[in-house]
């Protein structure tokens, strides 16, 4: 195992490459006051004190950083938090820079994909979802986006000694230059099985991509009623689904594929069947699935047998109609995410189905009950 390379080294190249654009100060540790309570000008010069950079720039942020905390829960815990995040981080597209302290802590700083940024407000339902399933994992460095800060590799510890990089410094940089995918947070959110509070996008693209989007919505609008393919979903009712410009084509999570056909809540996921059914029913909305699709599939000794099981044990009668519930949500929230290739072409979009003839297969779907 080569030795880790020097603090000073890892400091001048890491530094203002994790730092937000726009803000050249970090915040530097007070020995007397025990607060960062100095802030001093980013150089690359190696601070002598423990230094942290801003996470924010008006409410906005390029890097999603993840504490693990070791002083309550210990190294253990922080080490098997630690390695399930960063399944759950790589297996959604997440480019890594990771470090430890002396003390047994750990950092996880994901960069979000090139030109684009997350709000504030984004990502704090992400953080609850972590907090909720992390014991070790402490949100506070992104929950304040005034002064939210998190230190950088190489950085001084409190007890001695320097936060020492994982793996290579060549490595370090690739990742914070070839960045994230664009779908790393909705990716997240599908597979946790939580939306964000409010449907938005979770990635923004410059102003001048913001302006290129918004001219090309005054252009959908008119054409509305000409063509369909300008919006986030096509087709209607039950066979609504995403526009195949936006589907995900990127296999199914493994956790999600095992719950779709045992029904079965692997490791620590989920906490709940709830959240593994809309893990599984956004997966698969993503994916350009409809509702009339996804229910055929969750009949018994279909692929997604399992998925089916858990609607019918929890809700019985009202199984397609849940069903149909979280799939519209899915679909609310899958329609507001641009997509790779044509981002500034698609526009909200909500459609309910109609009732369930005698013969339909809302019918079938209740006969398995009986």
């Known amino acids: 195992m080569s030795a880790p390379p020097p603090p000073a080294a890892v400091w001048k190249a890491l530094a203002r490459r994790l730092s937000q654009p726009g803000r050249d100060r970090m915040k530097v540790f007070d020995p007397e006051t025990k607060e960062y309570a100095k802030t001093r000008r980013i150089s690359d010069r190696l601070p002598p004190f423990m230094a942290a950079v801003y996470l924010y720039k008006n409410r906005r942020t390029t890097l999603l950083a993840l504490d693990f905390d070791s002083k309550t829960h210990g190294r253990d815990q922080v080490d098997a938090d ?40 984004e990502i704090q339902p992400l953080l609850r979802q972590l907090q909720a399933r992390l014991p070790s994992f402490d949100p506070k460095p992104m929950q304040n986006p005034k002064e939210g800060c998190i230190s950088v590799p190489s950085t001084p510890c409190a007890g001695g000694g320097h936060r020492i990089l994982d793996g290579s410094l060549v490595d370090a940089i690739n990742a914070l230059t070839e960045r994230s995918e664009p779908t790393l947070l909705p990716a997240l959110y599908a597979l946790l099985g939580t939306l964000p509070s409010t449907p938005t996008s979770s990635t923004h693209t410059s102003r001048h991509a913001e302006g290129t989007s918004r001219h090309a919505e005054g252009t959908s609008r008119h054409a509305e009623g000409t063509s369909r393919h300008a919006e986030g979903t096509t087709g209607r009712g039950e066979h609504e689904r995403m526009t195949e410009g936006a589907r995900w084509t990127k296999p199914m999570p493994l956790d999600v594929a095992a719950f779709l056909s045992s029904g079965v809540l692997t490791r620590t996921t989920w906490r709940s069947q709830s959240e593994a059914r809309m893990s599984a029913v956004l997966n698969a909305v993503l994916r350009g699935h409809s509702h009339a699709e ?10 997604w047998s399992g998925l089916g099981e858990s609607y019918r044990t929890k809700h019985g009668p009202n199984a397609d109609a849940q069903l149909a519930r979280d799939v519209r949500k899915a679909l609310r929230y899958a329609s507001t995410l641009p997509a790779k290739t044509n981002p500034s072409a698609h526009r909200y979009r909500y459609s309910q189905s109609g009732g369930s003839p005698a013969d339909s297969p809302q019918s079938r779907w209740l006969a398995v009950l009986t």
């Open 82 to 121: 630690f390695a399930r995040t960063l399944e759950w981080l790589t297996a959604c597209g997440a480019r890594v820079v990771t470090d430890r302290s002396t003390n047994g802590g750990r950092h996880i700083l994901v960069p979000l994909a090139i030109g684009t940024t997350a709000s504030f407000d």
């Open 294 to 303: 996804i229910r055929a599939q969750s009949f018994p000794g279909q692929q």
